[in-house]
């Protein structure tokens, strides 16, 4: 049974860091791409960063430069470390699992995780 369970989320001032985890089992990591994607109520799923089984990464222009997705496919984690955070950053936090491993896509992506909230506020 393939499960996707993300922790790390909270309440943090404008400024501050967190990092997201998603621990993934039922499935071999490697072979999956990866997603960050995060969502506000009443607004559409968006993308925030990925990670495909053959290495490449890729951010939204709005987290570039602050949020860094990384993998240990040996312990079948994903992060998702996310520095300077901004009050535009609050929204709830998705890991999600992609089986073919390449795409970035939102609707190609196949598994979800529960989502956990991060909220920036001062």
């Known amino acids: 049974q393939v499960q996707l369970v993300e922790s790390g989320g909270g309440l943090v001032q404008p400024g501050s860091s967190l990092r997201l985890s998603c621990a993934a089992s039922?499935?071999?990591?490697?072979?999956?791409?990866i997603g960050w994607f995060r969502q506000v109520p009443g607004k559409e799923l968006e993308g925030v960063s990925c990670?495909?089984?053959?290495?490449?990464?890729l951010s939204a222009d709005s987290v570039k430069g602050r949020f860094t997705i990384s993998r240990d496919n040996a312990k079948n984690m994903v992060y998702l470390q996310m520095n300077n955070l901004k009050p535009e950053d609050t929204a709830v936090y998705y890991c999600?699992?992609?089986?073919?491993?390449?795409?970035?896509?939102?609707?190609?992506?196949?598994?979800w995780g529960q989502g956990t909230q991060v909220t920036v506020s001062s």
């Open positions: 999600a699992g992609e089986v073919l491993g390449r795409s970035c896509e939102v609707d190609d992506y196949d598994y």
């Open positions: 990670s495909t089984s053959d290495g490449r990464r």
């Open positions: 039922g499935f071999t990591l490697a072979h999956y791409a």
